[in-house]
């Protein structure tokens, strides 16, 4: 319950600010580091790896460093979670390659995948694939909500892809 509404107030919080850009400085080459140790522990209890693939040096982008943080703790809570059918999640900071983008973030888990029926909805707030399995791992059902807002402030993109079998690939484009 308490983690529950931790993620109703902190997406109030971003929606009450979805319309301020952020204007912090933030090397997301530094930010990943950080998410991927807080969250080894949980890693190796699911006997997974989290796999840095990061340019040589500082990538630099404008952003809520808090924010941009909580993205990707989501994002790779959600792979240990349920792409634990793999042995790791791979974690790359690349240039976009797209126009209007900077930089590109993606997030690979080798685990069971969703239909790409259901792909569209799991940005929906409270959507579950499965209800037990999400209640049994402690999901909440805003994670990937919370992901899209916090995107959406950044003027960045959410893009993601899976297949049944074959896991999943989350691409977050940053400006």
């Known amino acids: 319950m308490s983690k529950l509404i931790d993620d109703l107030l902190s997406l109030s919080r971003i929606e009450m600010h979805q319309h ?10 530094g930010l990943l580091r950080e998410v991927r140790e807080g969250l080894m522990t949980r890693a190796k209890a699911a006997e997974l790896d989290i796999v840095l693939s990061l340019p040589a040096g500082t990538a630099m982008t404008t952003g809520d460093r808090s924010q941009l943080y ?37 997030v690979v888990d ?27 791992k402690k999901g909440t059902g805003l994670g990937l909500a919370i992901v899209k807002h916090i995107v959406n402030r950044h003027r960045g993109q959410l893009v993601i892809r899976s297949k049944v079998g074959e896991g999943m690939r989350v691409d977050v484009l940053l400006p």
């Open 20 to 29: 301020v850009r952020p204007t912090g400085s933030i090397d997301l080459a």
């Open 70 to 106: 909580e993205v990707f703790e989501n994002l790779l809570d959600n792979a240990i979670k349920y792409g634990a059918d793999g042995k790791t999640i791979e974690v790359t900071l690349a240039p976009a390659g797209r126009a209007g983008f900077q930089h590109m973030v993606t």
């Open 110 to 136: 080798h685990g069971p995948g969703v239909a790409p029926e259901y792909v569209p909805c799991l940005t929906e707030r409270f959507y579950r694939m499965d209800a037990d399995i999400s209640r049994k």
